[in-house]
Every structure is written in structure tokens, then in C-alpha cells.
């Protein structure tokens, strides 16, 4: 019997990657994209708001949102197709070209609001290939047994991101305008560029070695493309003058395959995510805790904290115990390198999040929402980065940047939509209710973790 064998991936010595300078420099050149990144964010909208009315200020600081959306499932085809570290670089470089062109612009000039609106598209294009693309990256840089650590690792490095850039976003435009602030994105960003450049990537098979038929052993396991029970892969009728013929070696009948093109592997990967009894439902669970979650704590907290009366003193310390709780989850993943069960842990944490959110509309005090803010800081952190693990660990490497764009789909697409809606429902209904309604839209994400015996039982490799 003919069946389908994808070879492993290639990669750097397993090691503690903590320890691993190959990591490290993959860290660090993560680290400075996402400090440039939010530094970018505070530069844009001061831009946008002194060049225009608050309504255009918030069109410009939305518009990059659609072309990602749109353009992310294809961002994962072309990580896939051309590596991730590949896509990685030609990104940041981009972005650092066209952050350093505006910056350049606005000290001689003030083009207006159009330019800051064309700088936010292309921003936006340029991430729906770079946010797949950094998605792969870690099962390039160390072995499989440490990218749970990495996880954690690469969270520590947003939370430090999130903290560290806005207060040198905000020094930049203090020392020279947003000229200024935007020039300093550039070159935070052109930092990444050469450690990335200097890190060590293993090899990872082609989207062609997934479509090819190797002959096997008798009872050798079958890994196949997407859909197929039994490992074959998928095949059709002859298209072009490098159509490959496979099947003949072992007496079957030759059935024609078609070459490799764009759309057919944005459809394999939607297949094999599809037909994956762990990646489906964990995507699922994924939507479902981001839905839950995004609404009642970006747009929710103010609104909350402004009918209790907590002040933005208030409200600021209640943000500052959920970054600590998810720092803290990450640094757990990060000191730790796996967890037992990670199935059903991310599924429990997922679970007990969901109560604390529904939780954090009842209590009347400061202290009190500070210690909730924390617990679900804690919980919801360790939930999203044993999820982000199991995604990791879980996919076949030749599809890893197509899984990495369907989850941001989720995350950046889909969950954003939730902020509105959430203001409104708080609008007509109060904070009580809306933030329930959130914490069992959360709570199902749990429901369906745990439901599905494949994805409960799920192990972190050790």
C-alpha cells in the first residue's frame, strides 16, 4: 500500500531554549519589532490626531485592520511557500522603510492625513503576511520539545513590548513631534533585521512534499495532506507541463497530480485544519475565549470603571494586575517549558477566567476588581499560551504559517468586531449583564476544550 510519509522538519539541536543563543536572538529581534510596533501606534494616532478631527483620527488608526483581515489567510500561504524567517525579514524591512519615509516626510513637510491613512494600509497589508510568518518561526528556531518554552518566552516579550513602548512612543513625540516618534519606530524596527538575519533556521518540507506519494513500509504510520483519512495525497486531473504523475511505483494505476499553486494551498491547509481532530476544535476554542474576552476588557473596563466611579487611576492600576497576572502565566510557561495535561489545564484556566470576568461587573471596590483583574490575568494568560503551544506543537510544520493565519483571523479579525457591540449592549442593558453574556461566550470556549476527548487529552511534547 502506497501511503504518505511527510519528512520531518529539520531543525537546530534541542536545547533549553532560554539558554539557547540561537532563541535568544530570535527573542530579541521579536522583542525590538513589537516595541517599534507600538511605538508606531502611539506615533500614528498623535499624527492623525493633530492633522485631523477625532472621527478622522480613529478612520486612520482603523483602516489598517481591513487589509489584514482580508489578507491574512493569504499571508500564511505565502509563510508557508517562501519560510517564515524569509517573510519575516522582507516584512520588517518594509515596514521600516515606509515608518522611516513618513518620518522623513514630516520633518520637512505636513502631507496630511492621507499619507498617515497610506502608511496605515501598507502597515496593514505588510502584517497579514509578517503575523503568520512570526507564527511559524519558533518551530524553525529549536526543537519541539521547547517551543511551550518559547511560548511563554515569546509572551514575556509582548508584555515587555506593551510596557516599554508606549512610554518611548510618548518620549518621542515629547522630544520632537511625531516626526520624531515615527523615526524611532524605524529604527527600532530596522533593529530586528540583523539578528534575524543571524538566527538559525532549520529546514521544514515544502508545500510540494505534502502533495507527493513516497512508498512506505508495510505499517508505516500515514501523515497526509488535509482531509484524508488514510494519508493520500490529494490528486486531480493534469494541469500544466509540470504536472507530476504518482502512484505507478507499486503497480497501481498512475493518477495524474496537479502542480502546486496559491489557491490550492490555501485550500489543503483550510482542509487539513478541517480534518485535524485537535487543531479544529482548538481554533474553535480559541474564537470563542477571544470573543469572550476582548470586549469587556478593552471597552468594557472603562465604562465600568466610569459607573463605579474608580477614575482612570482606578481603572489604570485594574490593567496593570491583568498584565502582571499574564506576565506571570507566561513566565510559569517560560520557567517550566511544558505542563501536564495541556489540554484540559488550558481548558480549566479557560473555564475558571470566564468566571472571574463575569465576576469583575459585581465588585464595588477598587482592591477587589485590582485582585479579580489579576486572577483573570493569570488564568486567561496561561488558557491563550497553552493554546498558542498546543498550536505550535500540534501542526504539521508544512502547514503552520496557514494555521497561524486562520487563529489571527480570529484573534484580529473577529474579536475586534466584539468592542462595539459590547459598548452598545453596556449602553442598553448595563455592565452586570453584558460582562455575564461575555464570560459564558468565554466559558464555552472551555466547554469545547474539554468536550472533545482529542483536544482534552492533549500533551505538550516533553
Known amino acids: 500500500m502506497t501511503t504518505t510519509v511527510i519528512p520531518p522538519a529539520v531543525r537546530p539541536p534541542a536545547g533549553p531554549a532560554h539558554r539557547d543563543g540561537n532563541v535568544l536572538r530570535w527573542l530579541g529581534a521579536y522583542t525590538a519589532s513589537m516595541i517599534g510596533d507600538n511605538v508606531f501606534y502611539i506615533a500614528l494616532s498623535w499624527a492623525a490626531v493633530r492633522s485631523g478631527t477625532p472621527s478622522q483620527a480613529g478612520l486612520v488608526m482603523a483602516v489598517s485592520a ?20 524569509r517573510v519575516v525579514i522582507g516584512s520588517d ?19 496630511g492625513l492621507w499619507l498617515l491613512a497610506l502608511l496605515a494600509v501598507v502597515f496593514g497589508i505588510v502584517d497579514a503576511v509578517f503575523m503568520p510568518a512570526v507564527g511559524a518561526l519558533p518551530a524553525r528556531v529549536t526543537g519541539r520539545d521547547q517551543l511551550a518554552r518559547v511560548q511563554g518566552m515569546r509572551g514575556l516579550a509582548v ?30 524596527i530596522a533593529v530586528s533585521v540583523p539578528l534575524l538575519i543571524s538566527v538559525r533556521m532549520g529546514e521544514t518540507p515544502s508545500a510540494d512534499d505534502a502533495n507527493t506519494a513516497n512508498t512506505a513500509p508495510a505499517g508505516a504510520e500515514a501523515v497526509g495532506p488535509p482531509g484524508d483519512p488514510d494519508g493520500a495525497p490529494a490528486r486531480g486531473d493534469v494541469s500544466g507541463p509540470h504536472a507530476r504523475v504518482s502512484g505507478a511505483e507499486d503497480g497501481t494505476a498512475a493518477v495524474p497530480e496537479r502542480p502546486a499553486t496559491a489557491w490550492r494551498d490555501l485550500r489543503d491547509g483550510l482542509r487539513y485544519i478541517r480534518g485535524h481532530r485537535v487543531l479544529a476544535p482548538l481554533i474553535v476554542t480559541i474564537a470563542l475565549g477571544d470573543l469572550g474576552f476582548v470586549g469587556p476588557l478593552n471597552v468594557g473596563l472603562a465604562l465600568l470603571a466610569d459607573r463605579r466611579g474608580w477614575g482612570a487611576s482606578g481603572m489604570g492600576l485594574v490593567v496593570a494586575a491583568f498584565g502582571a497576572g499574564a506576565g506571570a502565566a507566561a513566565l510559569l510557561l517560560a520557567w517550566r517549558g511544558t505542563l501536564p495535561r495541556a489540554g484540559s489545564a488550558g481548558a480549566a484556566a479557560l473555564l475558571g477566567g470566564s468566571v472571574a470576568i463575569g465576576a469583575l461587573a459585581q465588585v464595588p471596590g477598587v482592591g477587589a476588581a485590582v485582585g479579580v483583574a489579576l486572577a483573570i ?36 479579525g473577529l474579536a475586534p468586531l466584539s468592542m462595539p457591540l459590547t459598548a452598545a449592549a453596556i449602553g442598553w442593558w448595563g455592565t452586570g449583564p453584558v460582562f455575564a453574556g461575555s464570560a459564558v461566550v468565554c466559558g464555552l470556549g472551555g466547554v469545547v476544550a474539554l468536550a472533545v476527548r482529542d483536544l482534552r487529552r492533549a500533551e505538550l511534547p516533553r
Not at 481591513?66 to 500564511?76: E, K
Not at 524591512?93 to 502631507?111: E, K, Q, S
Request: glycine share 16%; with cysteine; proline share 5%.
Open 93 to 111: 524591512a518594509v515596514r521600516c522603510a515606509a515608518v522611516l519615509t513618513v518620518a522623513a516626510l514630516l520633518f520637512v513637510a505636513r502631507p
Open 377 to 412: 490575568g493569570l488564568l486567561a494568560g496561561l488558557s491563550g499560551a497553552l493554546c498558542g503551544a498546543l498550536l505550535q506543537t500540534q501542526s504539521d510544520p508544512v502547514y503552520l504559517g496557514r494555521v497561524t493565519a486562520v487563529a489571527g483571523i480570529v484573534s484580529l
Open 66 to 85: 481591513v487589509p489584514r483581515a482580508l489578507l491574512m489567510l493569504g499571508g500564511g500561504v505565502v509563510a508557508d511557500r517562501f519560510g517564515p524567517r
Open 159 to 188: 508584555r515587555f513590548a506593551n510596557v516599554v513602548g508606549a512610554p518611548l512612543g510618548g518620549l518621542g513625540v515629547a522630544l520632537g513631534g511625531s516626526a520624531t516618534a515615527f523615526a524611532l519606530a524605524g529604527l527600532l
